[in-house]
């Protein structure tokens, strides 16, 4: 069974950098995942996808302070130059042919 | 450029059926490798997947929603529907629906829906 495990919480101060885990289980450790965005009372925001060579691909708009990368089974998702609008819950996410898979996401605070 | 948008009752009784429909723009639910799915959000909690259906009108369900769900398309109105029966106030969630082509890494959202289930 395919499950996205992510840290309940993270905290960073503004400017600085912090790095999300996403570990892929049940022995998906190949599949690309895409993380997203969700602030306080919006809806998710599609940021990246990051494949299990390393690559990643990011949606209109995200700016270059956002990166993804790959190390095994864990996918991440790095922010650098933290902003204030960065505080929200990073969720990751991945398919296959029968279903999506959620993260039960990582809520940053920026100190 | 692709644009979903969620409809549907924002009050639901218990034990009623639940009918949410998705109005997309951008994308045609004909074209090979376009699948829409239906998401998800308890008030506080994760996202959870729901239900996909595919260009070719294939359909996947959540396991533990399984026997509750129906999910179909109407290519002609550009529309996807979600029908979720024998509604419980746990079902009380914000609704999304989102679009993935599997060539494409994108993933776009609608801007959700919140349905509240109470008597």
């Known amino acids: 069974q395919l499950v996205l495990t992510q840290s309940p919480s993270a905290s960073a101060s503004l400017g600085a950098s912090v790095r999300f885990t996403c570990t892929l289980t049940?022995?998906?450790?190949?599949?690309?995942i895409a993380w997203h965005q969700q602030h306080p009372e919006k809806g998710p925001r599609y940021l990246m996808t990051?494949?299990?060579?390393?690559?990643?691909y990011k949606g209109d708009g995200i700016p270059d302070r956002f990166s993804g990368s790959t190390s095994g089974a864990e996918r991440y998702l790095t922010i650098s130059s933290l902003q204030s609008d960065d505080e929200a819950v990073y969720y990751c996410?991945?398919?296959?042919?029968?279903?999506?898979?959620f993260g039960g996401g990582t809520k940053l605070t920026v100190l | 450029q692709i644009t979903l948008k969620e409809s549907g009752p924002s009050l639901v009784k218990p034990t009623q059926t639940l009918t949410l429909t998705c109005t997309f723009s951008?994308?045609?639910?004909?074209?090979?490798?376009?699948?829409v799915a239906w998401i998800r959000q308890p008030p506080g909690k994760a996202l959870e997947w729901l239900a996909l259906?595919?260009?070719?009108?294939?359909?996947r369900y959540s396991p533990s929603l399984r026997s509750r769900l129906t999910i179909t398309k109407d290519t002609s109105k550009n529309q996807v529907v979600l029908t979720m029966t024998n509604m419980d106030p746990v079902d009380t969630a914000t609704y999304y629906c989102?679009?993935?082509?599997?060539?494409?890494?994108?993933?776009?959202w609608g801007q959700g829906t919140l349905v509240t289930v109470s008597s």
């Open positions: 989102a679009h993935r082509h599997r060539d494409t890494p994108s993933t776009y």
């Open positions: 951008g994308f045609s639910l004909s074209t090979d490798g376009v699948n």
């Open positions: 259906i595919y260009w070719d009108d294939d359909d």
């Open positions: 049940g022995g998906y450790r190949n599949h690309a």
């Open positions: 990051v494949n299990s060579d390393g690559s990643h």
């Open positions: 996410q991945t398919w296959a042919a029968a279903f999506w898979v």
